[in-house]
């Protein structure tokens, strides 16, 4: 237990802001929309040296391929008809 957890933080310890990313968040999923929704929703810097936000997610299953519980908002999110299509548009 806690792979996954570990996977995503040396992931997000390798990928510090650069060139590349301004900003590198590790979080659990169910953060999203407090920690990276907001940034998501607006287009990278014109500044920037990227056209579009970099997104990795480092996930683990439970039972059946299930979603973990602290991811359950996140797949509900995604799953929900009533999301904007355009709600990754600038990832």
Same mark, same amino acid.
């Given at each position: 237990t806690g792979n996954a957890e570990h996977i995503a933080k040396d992931i997000a310890d390798? @990928?510090? !802001?650069s060139a590349c990313f301004d900003s590198v968040v590790c979080a659990e999923?169910?953060? @999203?929309?407090?920690k990276c929704?907001?940034?998501?929703?607006q287009?990278? !810097?014109?500044e920037a040296s990227y056209g579009k936000y970099g997104i990795v997610v480092?996930?683990?299953?439970?039972?059946?391929?299930d979603a973990p519980e602290n991811?359950?908002?996140f797949v509900r999110f995604i799953k929900r008809k009533t999301t904007p299509k355009d709600t990754f548009q600038h990832c």
């Open positions: 390798k @990928f510090q !802001p999923l169910d953060q @999203f929309k407090k929704l907001p940034t998501w929703e287009p990278p !810097p014109a480092v996930t683990s299953t439970t039972g059946n391929g991811a359950g908002r």
